[in-house]
């Protein structure tokens, strides 16, 4: 079973700085199959990015995928109001079929 | 636009059951494969059912699995969660997500909640 650790578990910052938050997996895995999720307070998950770097329909290239093998990062250029919420890292495959990063907080400093 | 949306959700008992759905605006419904996603109250998510299209492909994560049943049917765009014996541990927010781009959830419902009480 793949593990995912996300860092920090919370990053505060203000509006118009860069966030870069870090996602490992327990062991090598396919850059195909590690996706990146945000979840704004009392909603439902966004897909961000997918296959490592593939934004997702309608995500603004503020949002960057990057990484490979056991180490993988999402870089918010400037952080916009909407973009404090919880981020969540995703790997497909093996059992269980999805697994899920325990998530990064980026909060208001 | 693309939509999914979850109902059923209810305040049951331990020990109890309960059916949520997931109904789908979209007419090509049957092509995608879906999924059910929880969170439990001030925690992380947590995948728990996939179901091919066609239906014949299931896979459940180890704490559900001969507990709750993912089912779909493709004619009434409707994908369903029947959960049976019931534990406090299963309180949540159920989502159903859809796998779109590969090997991942593009399109989410807004959640039903489930709470297991006395």
């Known amino acids: 079973e793949i593990v995912l650790t996300q860092s920090p578990g919370t990053l505060s910052l203000s509006p118009g700085e860069r966030a870069t938050l870090s996602c490992r997996a327990s062991?090598?895995?396919?850059?195909?199959?590690l996706a990146w999720y945000r979840q704004k307070s009392g909603q439902a998950p966004r897909l961000l990015i997918y296959g490592t770097s593939n934004r997702a329909t309608g995500i603004p290239d503020r949002f960057t995928g990057s990484g490979s093998g056991t180490d993988f990062t999402l870089t918010i250029t400037r952080l916009e109001p909407e973009d404090f919420a919880v981020y969540y890292c995703?790997?497909?495959?093996?059992?269980?079929?999805?697994?899920f990063g325990p998530g990064t907080k980026v909060d208001i400093k | 636009e693309v939509q999914l949306v979850e109902s059923g959700g209810a305040v049951v008992q331990p020990g109890g059951s309960l059916r949520i759905s997931c109904v789908d605006s979209k007419l090509t419904f049957r092509a995608y494969h879906m999924n059910w996603v929880r969170q439990a109250p001030g925690k992380g998510l947590e995948w728990i059912a996939y179901i091919g299209g066609g239906t014949t492909t299931i896979y459940y994560a180890d704490s559900v699995k001969g507990r709750f049943t993912i089912s779909r049917d493709n004619d009434k765009k409707s994908l369903y969660l029947q959960m049976n014996s019931l534990r406090a541990e299963d309180t949540a927010v159920y989502y159903c997500a859809q796998i779109g781009q590969p090997y991942a959830l593009d399109v989410w419902g807004q959640g039903t909640t489930v709470t297991v009480s006395s």
């Open positions: 995703q790997h497909y495959g093996g059992s269980p079929l999805f697994t």
């Open positions: 062991q090598s895995v396919s850059s195909n199959f």
